[in-house]
């Protein structure tokens, strides 16, 4: 029945034959990989004036110079990527090319980085999402965070049953959302050089304003370098790109920078052509598209597009973040079940845990996307700045012609990331960003003892120093020592019985002496049924059936250790229905669970043989 | 750890032998088993007084005449249980007088009874008993049932811990109420015929009254009824008495109903002397404290002893619930785990369920007791009424000089419980007396269904039918088909196979293809470790390692039907520590789970064999 409920939400199993690589057009491809850092446009700007805004309205007019400065940033790192992906073509993400040039710590660091990011990816792009559609109809914004929690449970259930990431599905809300926002950008402009657009309505501005300090630039220009995140996806994917598949990917990435570019000033200049002042309840990019485009049908339909490609870039940390789960379980630093390829054949681990993690950020901070924030692009531009350096080293390592001025075009992006690093972590410490501050290192040291367990468990389990001879030879037990532990004469102890003589010649059957009616009647019984065997009583002052029993073993070890105790054969008797088994002790299993953590006192390991006998009603 | 944790709550383990079986004096005796009777009276009387109240102030008039009417009630039902003590001196509780007299479904009946009746005890008497606290302090009363829980557990853990129903504990509560019972009734009665007292300050009363009808005044009775509730106590307790047992406890019987008398008519006489009208906040003992002893010490002590008499009440409960659910589960009616003795010597199991109905009533009720009232006194009346007509058959199947005048006294006490009952059902059956009506067939059902179980199971157990000289015969079974499943070569798999090689010579290694490379590592060593067993590889298309091992184990036992598959040895390697399992796939603990539910296709039982390795770090 679990079984039928299963299938029916996700879906028949699928066999590993499956598994199939779709090769992607570079169109087909800017759709599957540009959605997170495209839909970052229906908030940075958002994000910037933000900050600004604390200075008052006066200070709204640094965001377009901001907004270009971010530009140039991008141009920077799409570069260094550009030259990332023709290095490593086989996808580079940042924690493969820092463990790969600057060994297992950085590269730990970057990956702690990304796993944290790609949470944050979830909970940010929903939240922002969701307020997309309450900008649009305000009556749902009680209900924010109740739409957040059903948007990503809407998605790990479409990722659980395995979206293939089908280049034609994602197509249509990723061009659309570029369409109308160029649309939008390209009639709002059109309308501002006519003379033929009215300023938003006057809002109400904080007149107990702060100076605009540096300090606050600043703190602007980090929140609107969240633009940034998801540069780096198209170099994690390069495998799914046509042949020749570096290349493609390059040109593809320049495309996104430029879509990217062009969409982020726009938005920029028409929040300040319309002196839009971010409000609570209603989206910068609401206010924009609601003064060009009216109440009516195209002011809707951009406000869906928005939506949807944020469900997308929530979608893109489902496949990445199972991915590097698997990849860094594969590399032993985290629990090998996230390794494990479900009924349809995606990281079933990986994706429930993204989902509780990210369901429980959009909790914790109220499903608004702009207390995330400041937790936000730190880790990105961690990873970029990690990566950047691992590709210094990989080019001077590589040698060849020019590698000079490749490093040279990553040591440019290197620093210009670090440097934002620095000051991302600089303003938004306090609000925020110390949690990830506090938590990357955190993680590192969890990958750090995993890998030790590993590490462990495999050289005890080596076979380095055995002799195959020695285990190749007779293994006669005929003198082991047996214990079968009884509660009772009747079919299933016979079984037991049966079974324990075929092991050894020396067998003894045991009872624990708990109810002395139950144990009188068992000895007046033996002589009948008990194969000869020697039935020993244990005593129980205290009532415990396992205590006695595991004294009475530890005994027989002792007494003589030099063959000790072997094995012990449990009956058991299995009953028809589960719930059957609330009706009785459980002693059989009890006994098993006590016997299998506790070696004896000799620390010799004893087998435990189970003999069932099924009951049919 | 968890194990010091237990031992500094709940003590040292005790040994059976601790067991000691005090005899009472009749004086502590009369402490130990009549607080749930005394206790009574510090609601028994509001009840009635709230009832009447519906019909305005002037039909609280009647509650006296009412209160009389339930003492020639109590003088019938203790006369009755007088003959029960001496017809059943070892211990006459109604389900083991229903159940020898008048078989196995009014034995059930009463059991089912009796068990509701234990639960609301403890509800009811926690919440009078937090009731008389708020009186005195009415800035507690927000917390009326985070009170009551409160109360509850204590009481569970001294029950876990074992209170020996120790005399000389419970003779301070008891007798310090009874001593102030009756000061506050002597001196109240005093200060009234010197007519020194006020009537209590007049209260609102519902203006819009309704007509006081028969049906009214009969409710009014039934909730006086619950005065009677723990009349019954003495004779289950008859052996604790000292000898002559039955002698002493009949006389004991007759000093608690005399004390129950008096208490209670002197209440519901000072209640109507000082005009008191019951209100929300304030009991109606609480009410008559002040008046009769003012605001001091002495009202002070009135409260405190009647919570504590209260809490003893409940504490009555702890005992009799698990000691009749243990001998419920004896006869095979109630789960087994039932009649475990734990540690202490108490029925662990038993107690914490009674802890658990308790509190789930007491939250569903709100922690009020006069919302509980409805519900109660209808299993005590049943089980009266069943007890007694048992009683009857008994004398008259007993016979010897006078059984008939014993049969008619157990005869009227039958007729006026029956009938109390009656009128018990008919004027509460709205008020709630419908879900104690409906679960009491609902239990009966449910012992009858647990005891269809066991007989079935013992039935496929039994040895009837099967002849001894077989089973005693050789048992070699060095022909048996021995499949090892494995997932890698190492120390496990090797101490698995060599106690394989010691089962039989027809051994199979198995290996489930999930990931190609360690199935290929596994292949190439498997020439030089195998011990010459064969290995085989099964496919695994959609990665499952538990599917295609039972597919092959069925078709092992296809093939050849004649000897089938008798064991599967598992390697399991035991980490060295609880949360490294986290970091492992616990397949072997997968494989042995679906083997033990699953019976093979031929349905034979199959052995199974844990060899474990156990890591030290």
Same mark, same amino acid.
């Given at each position: 029945?679990?079984?039928?409920?299963?299938?029916?939400?996700?879906?028949?199993?699928?066999?590993?034959?499956?598994?199939?690589?779709?090769?992607?057009?570079?169109?087909?491809?800017?759709?599957?990989?540009?959605?997170d850092a495209?839909s970052s446009v229906a908030y940075a700007t958002e994000e910037i004036l933000l900050v600004l805004?604390?200075?008052?309205?006066?200070?709204?007019?640094l965001s377009?110079p901001l907004a270009s400065v971010i530009v140039v940033l991008l141009i920077i790192v799409a570069?260094s990527?550009?030259?990332?992906?023709?290095?490593?073509?086989?996808?580079?993400?940042?924690?493969?090319?820092?463990?790969?040039?600057?060994?297992?710590?950085?590269?730990?660091?970057?990956?702690?980085a990304?796993?944290?990011d790609?949470?944050l990816t979830?909970?940010v792009?929903?939240?922002?999402?969701?307020?997309?559609?309450?900008?649009?109809?305000?009556?749902?914004?009680?209900?924010?965070?109740?739409?957040?929690?059903?948007?990503?449970?809407?998605?790990?259930?479409?990722?659980?049953?395995?979206?293939?990431?089908?280049?034609?599905?994602?197509?249509?809300?990723?061009?659309?959302?570029?369409?109308?926002?160029?649309?939008?950008?390209?009639?709002?402009?059109?309308?501002?050089?006519?003379?033929?657009?009215?300023?938003?309505?006057?809002?109400?501005?904080?007149?107990?304003?702060?100076?605009?300090?540096?300090f606050l630039v600043l703190r602007a220009f980090a929140s609107g370098c969240t633009a940034l995140t998801g540069v780096e996806?198209?170099?994690?994917?390069?495998?799914?790109?046509?042949?020749?598949?570096?290349?493609?990917?390059?040109?593809?990435?320049?495309?996104?920078a430029? $879509?990217l570019a062009?969409?982020f000033l726009?938005?920029s200049?028409?929040?300040?052509? $319309?002196?839009?002042?971010?409000?609570?309840?209603?989206?910068? @990019?609401?206010?924009?598209?609601?003064?060009?485009?009216?109440?009516?049908?195209?002011?809707?339909?951009?406000? *869906?597009?928005?939506?949807?490609?944020?469900?997308? *870039?929530?979608?893109?940390?489902?496949?990445?973040?199972?991915?590097?789960?698997?990849?860094?379980?594969?590399?032993?630093?985290?629990?090998?079940?996230?390794?494990?390829?479900?009924?349809?054949?995606?990281?079933?681990?990986?994706?429930?845990?993204?989902? @509780?993690? *990210?369901?429980?950020?959009?909790?914790?901070?109220?499903?608004?996307t702009h207390?995330l924030i400041p937790l936000y692009a730190v880790g990105v531009f961690l990873s970029f700045t990690?990566?950047q @350096?691992?590709? @210094?080293?990989?080019?001077?390592?590589?040698?060849?012609?020019?590698?000079?001025?490749?490093?040279?075009?990553?040591?440019?992006g290197?620093v210009a990331t670090g440097v934002v690093l620095l000051v991302i972590v600089a303003t938004k410490l306090?609000h925020g960003a110390?949690?990830v501050?506090?938590?990357?290192?955190?993680?590192?040291?969890?990958?750090?003892?995993?890998?030790?367990?590993?590490?462990?468990?495999?050289?005890?389990?080596?076979?380095?120093?055995?002799?195959?001879?020695?285990?190749?030879?007779?293994?006669?037990?005929?003198?082991?020592?047996?214990?079968?532990?009884?509660?009772?004469?009747?079919?299933?102890?016979?079984?037991?019985?049966?079974?324990?003589?075929?092991?050894?010649?020396?067998?003894?059957?045991?009872?624990?002496?708990?109810?002395?009616?139950?144990?009188?009647?068992?000895?007046?019984?033996?002589?009948?049924?008990?194969?000869?065997?020697?039935?020993?009583?244990?005593?129980?002052?205290?009532?415990?059936?396992?205590?006695?029993?595991?004294?009475?073993?530890?005994?027989?070890?002792?007494?003589?250790?030099?063959?000790?105790?072997?094995?012990?054969?449990?009956?058991?008797?299995?009953?028809?229905?589960?719930?059957?088994?609330?009706?009785?002790?459980?002693?059989?299993?009890?006994?098993?669970?006590?016997?299998?953590? #506790?070696?004896?006192?000799?620390?010799?390991?004893?087998?435990?043989?189970?003999?069932?006998?099924?009951?049919? #009603?």
């Amino acid at each position: 029945m679990l079984t039928n409920a299963r299938q029916f939400l996700l879906g028949a199993p699928l066999p590993t034959s499956a598994e199939a690589h779709q090769r992607l057009t570079k169109v087909k491809a800017l759709a599957v990989f540009s959605s997170d850092a495209l839909s970052s446009v229906a908030y940075a700007t958002e994000e910037i004036l933000l900050v600004l805004v604390i200075a008052g309205s006066a200070a709204l007019g640094l965001s377009l110079p901001l907004a270009s400065v971010i530009v140039v940033l991008l141009i920077i790192v799409a570069t260094s990527y550009y030259q990332t992906i023709h290095g490593y073509p086989s996808g580079g993400g940042a924690y493969i090319v820092a463990y790969d040039n600057l060994g297992v710590w950085p590269g730990l660091t970057a990956a702690s980085a990304l796993l944290i990011d790609y949470v944050l990816t979830v909970a940010v792009s929903t939240t922002a999402g969701v307020a997309a559609i309450t900008s649009a109809f305000p009556d749902l914004l009680p209900w924010r965070v109740e739409l957040c929690l059903v948007v990503i449970a809407l998605i790990t259930w479409a990722n659980l049953r395995g979206v293939r990431e089908s280049g034609t599905l994602f197509s249509i809300p990723t061009y659309g959302f570029v369409v109308l926002f160029l649309t939008l950008i390209t009639v709002g402009a059109l309308r501002q050089i006519a003379g033929d657009l009215d300023p938003a309505p006057a809002h109400q501005v904080d007149q107990a304003a702060k100076t605009l300090t540096l300090f606050l630039v600043l703190r602007a220009f980090a929140s609107g370098c969240t633009a940034l995140t998801g540069v780096e996806a198209i170099s994690n994917g390069i495998p799914a790109f046509q042949k020749p598949e570096a290349d493609n990917a390059g040109k593809t990435l320049i495309a996104m920078a430029l $879509l990217l570019a062009i969409m982020f000033l726009g938005i920029s200049f028409l929040a300040r052509a $319309l002196q839009i002042v971010p409000v609570g309840d209603q989206t910068v @990019v609401s206010q924009i598209g609601r003064q060009v485009f009216g109440d009516g049908p195209l002011y809707l339909a951009l406000q *869906a597009a928005t939506a949807l490609i944020l469900c997308l *870039a929530a979608n893109t940390s489902f496949a990445d973040f199972p991915r590097l789960s698997a990849i860094l379980a594969r590399d032993r630093f985290l629990p090998r079940q996230l390794t494990n390829l479900g009924d349809r054949l995606v990281y079933t681990n990986g994706i429930v845990t993204l989902a @509780v993690l *990210a369901s429980a950020l959009v909790l914790i901070f109220g499903g608004r996307t702009h207390r995330l924030i400041p937790l936000y692009a730190v880790g990105v531009f961690l990873s970029f700045t990690l990566s950047q @350096v691992g590709m @210094v080293r990989h080019w001077r390592k590589q040698g060849g012609a020019g590698w000079r001025w490749k490093a040279i075009v990553n040591s440019v992006g290197a620093v210009a990331t670090g440097v934002v690093l620095l000051v991302i972590v600089a303003t938004k410490l306090l609000h925020g960003a110390w949690i990830v501050l506090l938590l990357i290192p955190l993680f590192v040291w969890a990958f750090h003892a995993i890998h030790q367990h590993y590490v462990a468990v495999a050289a005890q389990l080596s076979l380095d120093g055995l002799e195959p001879e020695k285990w190749a030879g007779l293994a006669s037990r005929k003198r082991q020592k047996v214990v079968v532990p009884i509660s009772g004469v009747h079919r299933g102890t016979l079984a037991a019985l049966r079974f324990a003589r075929s092991l050894s010649r020396d067998v003894t059957a045991v009872i624990v002496d708990v109810e002395p009616q139950v144990t009188a009647r068992v000895q007046e019984r033996w002589p009948q049924w008990g194969q000869d065997v020697p039935l020993l009583t244990l005593a129980s002052p205290y009532r415990s059936t396992v205590g006695p029993l595991l004294g009475y073993l530890d005994e027989v070890d002792r007494n003589d250790p030099e063959r000790g105790l072997a094995v012990v054969v449990l009956p058991e008797f299995v009953a028809a229905k589960w719930w059957h088994e609330l009706l009785h002790n459980q002693t059989a299993r009890m006994i098993k669970r006590a016997l299998i953590y #506790r070696r004896g006192k000799t620390g010799r390991d004893r087998v435990m043989v189970d003999v069932p006998y099924h009951l049919r #009603r």
